[in-house]
């Protein structure tokens, strides 16, 4: 009989695991980098503030350092997450004179050969500009396991995490301008705007004798991408046209290398290795019009072709730094204590359109402003991304543990993250700001038929800092010219004189909020 037992419970394993896979491989959806990162996969890591570097007692250790897998008995667990964020970002009243007069159709349109992205009278916008907030109600369910299958120091282990709703939205944003042809707002760029994920990790780890263990992981995501072939009949009829749509599927994977070193019962170390990730999308379309043609000149003749317009777009999908942690930890009388510092490198951060933050600030400026002594003090020249790049940030985590009883365990948590964003005077307005989290944690174990059994809860508060952000009008494109001249009379238009703007930043912005976690497991020990 214990044999049978035995055989089902690797059986068992066995399957599950092979389910993790399967449905992390071809399932996984990430529209935008989800808070686990920051806040953990499971609840023994959400009640230690995602600390669980040196030690650790779940599968949640895939994601901080999968060599401690190796540290603690087989055991799988199912549980349930809930999210609730309460993060606003207040928009300043904007001068009235800042809007785009109307007038803008009555100007030469080649005045904007330095702009592509020409901008609409302020009043035919789609959306008004608005304040954001983020309070949607996120849930989660989660399930994961740990198994040795009969090799000493070894563990193999797996989770998935399900959104509990009926579909899933990925929506990418504009930083800048732009973003007034959609939502018309400023979003959140790191912390607090995620869309709902479905994600899963496998890893192993190895312990060969009693002081050391490795371990590895890869997260594994697959997404979704579509694109648009468009045909307009007639042009002049815009309320219609024939739209036929082509989907193919991307994905990524970030590896997770992890040692735990145990020189002592009372102290031990661990080093965990993050490579950067990302899923780079080539979008394109295609839209052919009725009629309407190009003409070049051949060899012999002038010839006409189909003018056919091609639409490429680059997308990132869920950025993710590379990270290098290192912790510390100590054991004594049934408390555990360990802390962790992280560097997150942010320098190669890419946003929503593949475009980097020093990149989207720099613009081609159609009304170069010149000082007295001719020396250029506004336009393409004036400045130079770099004051924009993101920076590489050190964020800390703290836990501790206290084992009062054989049947019970408290947890507490610490955590500290910088921002990587600079401060947005200019044309881009990614919205964050410093955030910090208090973490607690409560364990019980118990027995049902002999089996091990365990009950968890976890809770987390997350305090975003309030941020202030003042615009610099220098830096600021003007999207109405003040040298926009009418078509017919060559005339000036008065109405463009001075800064003209639809970025929903201008003049700006504070971002504030706090999020709340909780989540409840249920957990059985082989």
């Not at 669980?52 to 401690?68: D, F, K, R, W």
């Not at 003018?307 to 730094?321: C, G, M």
Request: proline letters at 5%; hydrophobic letters at 40%; one cysteine or more.
């Amino acid at each position: 009989m214990d044999r049978l037992n035995q055989l089902m419970k690797v059986g068992l394993s066995g399957f599950m695991l092979w389910m993790i896979f399967t449905a992390g491989g071809f399932l996984a959806f990430d529209a935008q980098a989800a808070p686990f990162r920051m806040t953990g996969y499971d609840t023994a890591a959400i009640g230690s503030a995602n600390s669980e570097i040196v030690y650790g007692s779940s599968y949640g250790v895939l994601s901080t350092n999968p060599a401690l897998m190796s540290r603690y008995e087989p055991s799988s667990s199912i549980e349930f997450i809930l999210m609730k964020p309460s993060l606003k970002v207040n928009l300043m009243d904007r001068p009235q004179n800042a809007d785009i007069s109307i007038m803008l159709y009555n100007t030469q349109i080649d005045k904007y050969k330095n702009n592509p992205d020409v901008a609409l009278p302020t009043s035919e916008l789609r959306e008004s500009r608005a304040d954001h907030n983020v309070d949607e109600l996120l849930t989660y369910i989660s399930t994961g396991i740990t198994y040795s299958f009969g090799i000493k120091g070894f563990r193999a282990g797996g989770f998935l995490i399900l959104p509990v709703m009926e579909q899933i939205d990925a929506k990418l944003k504009y930083y800048d301008e732009r973003e007034s042809f959609f939502s018309n707002t400023v979003h959140l760029a790191r912390f607090g705007e995620w869309s709902p994920q479905i994600t899963g990790m496998l890893g192993v780890s190895y312990s060969p004798i009693k002081y050391v263990s490795f371990g590895a992981a890869l997260q594994a995501s697959a997404m979704l991408v579509a694109g648009m072939d468009i045909y307009v009949p007639d042009a002049q009829v815009q309320d219609y046209a024939l739209t036929n749509a082509e989907t193919t599927v991307t994905g990524k994977l970030r590896p997770i290398i992890g040692v735990q070193v145990e020189p002592l019962d009372w102290m031990a170390l661990g080093i965990t290795w993050k490579w950067r990730s990302y899923a780079e999308v080539d979008g394109s379309g295609k839209m052919q019009l009725w009629n309407f043609h190009e003409t070049f000149e051949a060899a012999e003749e002038a010839q006409t072709t189909p003018k056919r317009v091609t639409i490429d777009s680059d997308f990132v999908l869920d950025y993710e730094p590379m990270e290098l942690t290192g912790g510390l930890g100590f054991r004594y009388a049934g408390w555990n204590i360990q802390g962790a510092f992280t560097w997150n490198r942010w320098v190669d951060y890419r946003d929503d359109h593949a475009q980097r933050p020093q990149e989207s600030a720099v613009y081609a400026s159609a009304d170069p402003r010149f000082d007295e002594d001719g020396v250029l003090i506004y336009g393409p020249s004036y400045f130079t991304g770099d004051d924009y790049k993101w920076s590489d940030t050190f964020s800390t985590n703290i836990g501790t543990s206290w084992q009062y009883v054989d049947w019970a365990k408290t947890s507490l948590g610490f955590s500290w993250y910088n921002s990587p964003v600079p401060a947005q005077t200019g044309r881009t307005s990614y919205a964050d700001s410093d955030t910090w989290c208090l973490a607690l944690g409560q364990r019980f174990d118990f027995t049902i038929l002999e089996q091990n059994f365990n009950a968890a809860l976890g809770f987390q508060f997350w305090q975003m800092i309030q941020r202030t952000v003042y615009k610099n009008a220098g830096r600021i494109q003007d999207e109405f010219p003040d040298d926009s001249i009418t078509p017919i009379e060559l005339a000036e238009v008065e109405a463009a004189k001075g800064l003209q703007t639809n970025n929903p930043g201008f003049p700006g912005y504070t971002v504030k909020g706090w999020m709340i976690v909780s989540s409840l497991s249920l957990g059985f020990e082989f």
